[in-house]
């Protein structure tokens, strides 16, 4: 089959809708437009049982007890916006103390610093040099203040995939919550909110084949029962948790790519993960100086973080224009620092500055691979016989021993 | 992030990039930057006996707007005496290839690179002198 371009390799930052979910969509814009609080007439009541169908689908996709755990948002910012924030408030005369990781989400980040501002104590545990978070760092940080505990199922930039179940056991045996980004993770690696004993899941449709702007958050609605304060002030939809008008035709997208990834989802995992060795095989094979940041095997199927020495990752990329991947580079950046999650990695900022990563999912082919590799392969010698760096590791020079004048 | 023409053709046909004898008497080599801030610049120059840059040289580690800055750089001092070079200004860089503002530096650190370049040579001069007299 003749290769298109450009070339998708960014799963991670978002996929394209699967024909199946738009087809699923399609008559929820068009014909069955209702607006699901409406409760005079069929429209409303055609779309309310499809966001209850949709809900129940969902809830089974995570190992939920009931769709009623199933609080509909905008997307995942919004759910780890809603999580963190609506937890600390209703629980704030039990405790103010919050743990989470230095590798989360900046949504999750951001609503602790924002926390933070209003007294909130937060622990920012660091995740070790493979990306993965030690349970028993998590155990440490714990006090009798604490109320909340936040972990990734699977980090956006390396893919490690986190010990949710353990850290779930420990949050239990001390009755805090467990709050779980789940947004990278889910469809790719096993997640189950019963068995992992996760309190409050923000999960997100467009990285499953879904539609934008559609997300949700679990809820526990019993042993325990999850309590939070709304953000958003209004008609009291989704149990008074989330007001605002249902987007329906994105929570029966949401759904259907979830009942697609319940067919299909080990499988296309299994797929994914021998497109990704390949890609990663064919790489090494043609050079040298590369770094895997991430752990090696803990690592969603679809995820390669490289580190090619001597040459900056925006420049590489500027090379591979016809592949769409992303960077830890600082020139990726607006704020001109380099990747937070490599550097609390205690990955060198010199080999964050050098981080490609590439996201593969549902529609790459192996001739694509092929390309990618072959491609970069051939753009890193390039640049490295361009990089002064380069030239100075082969000839014996030790880097780190030259005394740089940091601009 | 989008790039301006000159600034591209720079990045994918880059003018001088190599070495020269780092340890030649006519030669000035600057190496300015640092690799945690993800970009590196070596520049070199020969420089004739009548103060003329003969051939500059380059390497970078860096971006694209580092890379198409060096290559630039090269490419006007050669040809020029080391006092012309020394005036070269990093705004007239960044104007020439319209880099974006989060991408002056880039231009600030080919300036450098120059300066730094034609300093090293003027010290091997002085040195040389010194032995000589």
């Known amino acids: 089959m003749a290769l298109k371009f450009p070339i998708y390799m960014d799963y991670h930052a978002t996929t394209p809708l699967d024909v199946r979910v738009f087809e699923a969509m ?167 909110v019963q068995a992992m004993n996760v309190d409050l899941a923000s999960i997100t449709a467009h990285k499953l084949y879904g539609p934008k702007g559609c997300g949700a958050l679990y809820v526990r609605r019993s042993k325990p029962r999850v309590r939070l304060v709304a953000e958003l002030d209004g008609g009291g939809h989704e149990r008074g948790m989330r007001s605002g008008t ?63 020495s001597f040459v900056e990752g925006e420049g590489l990329m500027m090379a591979i224009k016809d592949v769409a991947v992303s960077s830890g580079s600082a020139c990726t950046s607006a704020s001109l620092e380099p990747s937070y999650v490599l550097r609390s990695m205690g990955l060198d900022e010199e080999l964050a500055h050098s981080s490609i990563r590439f996201g593969l999912g549902r529609f790459n082919t192996e001739e694509e691979v092929d390309y990618v590799a072959a491609l970069v392969a051939e753009k890193v010698k390039k640049l490295r016989d361009m990089s002064p760096l380069y030239e100075m590791h082969k000839e014996g020079v030790d880097l780190k021993s030259i005394e740089w004048a940091a601009h | 992030m989008a790039y301006s023409e000159k600034l591209i053709e720079h990045y994918e046909n880059p003018r001088n990039v190599g070495s020269l004898d780092k340890d030649a008497d006519d030669v000035g080599t600057g190496l300015v930057g ?21 051939d500059a040289k380059f390497k970078t580690f860096g971006c694209g707007s580092a890379i198409a800055s060096s290559s630039l750089a090269t490419e006007w001092i050669k040809g020029k005496t080391i006092d012309e070079a020394y005036e070269l200004k990093n705004s007239q860089i960044a104007e020439e290839l319209s880099l974006p503002p989060v991408k002056i530096h880039c231009s600030v650190l080919a300036e450098d690179a120059i300066k730094s370049a034609i300093e090293d040579f003027k010290r091997k001069r002085a040195e040389k002198a010194a032995l000589e007299s």
């Not at chain 1, 995820?303 to 090619?308: E, R, V």
């Not at chain 2, 640092?34 to 003969?54: E, K, Y």
Request: proline share 4%.
């Open chain 1, 246 to 308: 249902l987007n329906v035709p994105g929570i029966v997208g949401f759904a259907k790519a979830c009942s697609i990834l319940m067919e299909e989802g080990a499988a296309e995992a299994e797929r994914i993960r021998g497109l990704r060795d390949r890609l990663h095989q064919r790489l090494t094979a043609e050079l040298d100086e590369v770094v895997l940041n991430g752990h090696p095997t803990l690592r969603l199927p679809g995820n390669l973080n490289l580190s090619f």
């Open chain 1, 26 to 192: 399609k008559p929820y814009f068009l014909e069955t437009f209702g607006n699901a609080a409406s409760r005079t007439h069929q429209f409303g009541w055609t779309a309310e049982a499809a966001v209850e169908d949709a809900r129940e689908t969902i809830a089974r996709f995570i190992g939920a007890s009931s769709g009623k755990e199933i609080v509909f948002t905008s997307g995942a910012t919004e759910s780890d916006n809603l999580a963190i924030k609506g937890v600390a408030e209703y629980y704030a005369s039990k405790g103010n103390h919050i743990v989470t990781t230095t590798i989360e989400h900046k949504a999750v980040l951001d609503s602790c610093k924002r926390l933070q501002k209003q007294g909130f104590e937060v622990t920012y545990v660091s995740a070790g040099p493979d990306g993965l978070v030690n349970p028993d760092d998590i155990r440490a940080a714990l006090t009798d203040k604490t109320i909340l505990v936040s972990v990734m199922l699977a980090n956006n930039e390396v893919g490690t995939i986190q010990p949710i179940q353990e850290i779930g056991k420990i949050t239990r045996e001390r009755g805090v919550l467990l709050h779980c980004d789940a947004v990278q993770g889910l469809g790719k690696t096993p997640f189950d």
């Open chain 2, 34 to 54: 640092a690799p945690a801030c993800g970009d590196v610049m070596r520049l070199q120059i020969r420089v004739g006996d009548d103060g003329v840059i003969q």
